[in-house]
């Protein structure tokens, strides 16, 4: 069982992560809100000890995507328009904005393999670990999706 110190280090330390793994799944803020919550909530009742700093991060990462998946087959459930919550956002460089309106339109399949391998630098192999998915799926994802964001991209350079 983690004492109150730990947990409040790992939150403080992980909860931006969880938070924009869920974000990245759902394309909805209050979900990844309460997505991010409930993986802290399970953190807290863990009782199993954790062998590293990177088993950590690997456990939450792998308890908020159950979670997505979880709340993506009740039957209430709906995917909002990230749109409301793009707007709370500030860019500093235009390019930044064009590149998460391209990463937010690709396929759940594409942006989180993507999310991880590019901003959370996961290679592809841990990627797969954490996923529960073959390598060859994660290298898959990771070119389609690239290739989605290079035509997506160009599209939007033709268009300025």
């Not at 087959?73 to 709906?78: D, G, I, K, T």
């Not at 529960?132 to 290079?150: A, M, Y």
Request: glycine content about 0%; charged content about 30%.
């Amino acid at each position: 069982m983690l004492t109150n110190e730990q947990f409040t280090a790992y939150a403080q330390r992980y909860i931006d992560t969880v938070y924009r793994v869920a974000l990245n799944y759902l394309k909805s803020a209050a979900d990844a809100e309460d997505i991010t919550q409930n993986v802290f909530l399970k953190l807290f009742r863990e009782d199993k000890p954790f062998a590293s700093e990177e088993h950590v991060k690997r456990w939450l990462i792998r308890v908020a995507l159950n979670e997505c998946k979880s709340l993506t087959r009740a039957r209430w459930w709906r995917s909002e328009s990230y749109e409301d919550y793009a707007e709370t956002l500030t860019f500093d460089n235009p390019a930044h904005s064009d590149l998460f309106y391209a990463v937010m339109a690709l396929p759940k399949k594409y942006r989180v393999p993507i999310y991880l391998h590019y901003y959370e630098e996961y290679t592809t192999q841990e990627i797969a670990e954490i996923m529960k998915v073959p390598k060859s799926t994660v290298c898959t994802h990771l070119s389609r999706g690239r290739e989605l964001l290079k035509q997506s991209l160009q599209e939007v350079d033709a268009n300025v």
